[in-house]
């Protein structure tokens, strides 16, 4: 059994976050703040960013071909069975920010 807790700091909303329980990836994406994700325009793919704490792995939505990203909630425990891509950093160069 899985757990992902829904990341709210992009909301202004005033909603408490949601907290749900799944037991396979294709649970996981049927979640509807998951899913509301993919229909949006550009929409890439959904990535795990498994180099982060183990009781608090993100899970991110990636647009335009994974140049951009939100974080859009944060999986407890192992994820090593879900079937979703590791998600990459940026090759960031200090003249990217500095045009």
């Known amino acids: 059994m899985y757990k992902i807790i829904e990341n709210k700091v992009h909301s202004s909303t005033g909603l408490e976050a949601e907290c749900i329980e799944f037991t396979t990836t294709k649970e996981l994406l049927k979640i509807n703040f998951i899913k509301s994700h993919s229909r949006q325009e550009g929409f890439y793919r959904y990535s795990i960013n498994r180099s982060s704490l183990p009781s608090r792995i993100p899970l991110l939505a990636e ?7 939100l ?3 944060f999986l407890d425990g192992d994820t090593g069975a879900l079937n979703i891509p590791d998600w990459k950093s940026p090759d960031f160069s200090v003249g990217t920010f500095f045009k």
């Not at 647009?63 to 990203?69: A, S, V």
């Open 63 to 69: 647009y335009n071909g994974g140049e951009k990203w």
């Open 71 to 73: 974080v859009i909630g």
